[in-house]
């Protein structure tokens, strides 16, 4: 999370009742939720408790989206993108992703040619899936979808799949990766291209 500054510590208007409830100073109202987190805990120990099982679903065959929602400077490129000191939600989810793909991946075939010598019937679980992670980044901005590895390819449309009951992006940009490095290395590429492209609006 991202470290609260002192002058917010002091006009802080949330106060934490326990894991799960927070208390309004001024109205004195109650808020619960599934979760809270409090600005001493560290992005890894968030990502653990919470989102550590969300990434295995995936992988599972589940759709899964992470996002983080809030005002300006309330920490959301801190808790998801990280800093040098402490990796944020996409590096960790990265790295869990190759973790249990390195684990699964790939046909032991040695063993299963042993059990079809005798006759074994091969379980399932037992053949291990070979797995292909696609990735893609891209902002939607005032309703439009822009490419953030590929500044040229702007307004992207969405288009439905109903073959294969998908939602695509059309013409986005996509890279087959291979480790979390190559994931970190887009993603910091993109977010280079987008201050390259927010700064010349501005000029």
Known sequence: MKPIQEANERNKIWRNVNQQQLRQTITNELYTFDQIYNEHMSTPEIFEGQFKNMILQALNGYNVTIFAYGQTSSGKTHTMIGEETELGIIALSAQEIFRKIKDTEGTEESHLDEARKFG????????????????????????????????SKKNLQIREDKVNQQVNIEGVTKYEVSDSEHILALLHRGSELKKMASTKMNS
């Open 120 to 151: 074994s019937i091969v379980p399932a679980e037992a053949i291990k899936k070979s797995v292909k992670v696609i990735v893609s980044f891209f902002e939607i901005y005032n309703e439009n979808i822009n490419d953030l590895l590929d500044p």
